[in-house]
């Protein structure tokens, strides 16, 4: 199973970007699609998931900013980033989580300039 992650950059405060990331392989029944992101110094936070049902749930930080979204038929998921600020700036990972294990993507950097 791989997850490829794209989409990072930098960009300015205020701006947006589309993070994708493609799930190939073997990965069996999904219960969970997420991102998280990791900032310098700071430990690996949760930003945003999306659950079998396709419930969403978002960190207080970018709640109303960033939405999550998926494309069963592509195997993609996505985080369509809105309004970025500079405290955005990390490397951010999607995982898929299964009843028995979480994979993980590689990383994607964004950095977002004040």
């Known amino acids: 199973v791989q997850l490829q992650a794209s989409g990072g950059g930098l960009v300015q405060t205020g701006g947006s970007l589309r993070l994708s990331c493609v799930a190939s392989?073997?990965?069996?029944?999904?219960?969970?699609m997420s991102w998280y992101r990791q900032a310098p110094g700071k430990q690996r936070e949760l930003v945003a998931r999306i659950v079998g049902g396709g419930t969403t749930n978002y960190s207080d930080s970018v709640k109303g900013r960033f939405t999550i979204s998926r494309d069963n038929a592509k195997n993609t998921m996505y985080l369509q980033m809105n309004s970025l600020k500079p405290e955005d700036t990390a490397v951010y990972y999607c995982?898929?989580?299964?009843?028995?294990?979480?994979?993980w993507g590689q990383g994607t950097q964004v950095t977002v300039s004040s």
């Open positions: 392989g073997s990965i069996g029944s999904i219960t969970a």
């Open positions: 995982t898929v989580s299964t009843s028995l294990t979480n994979y």
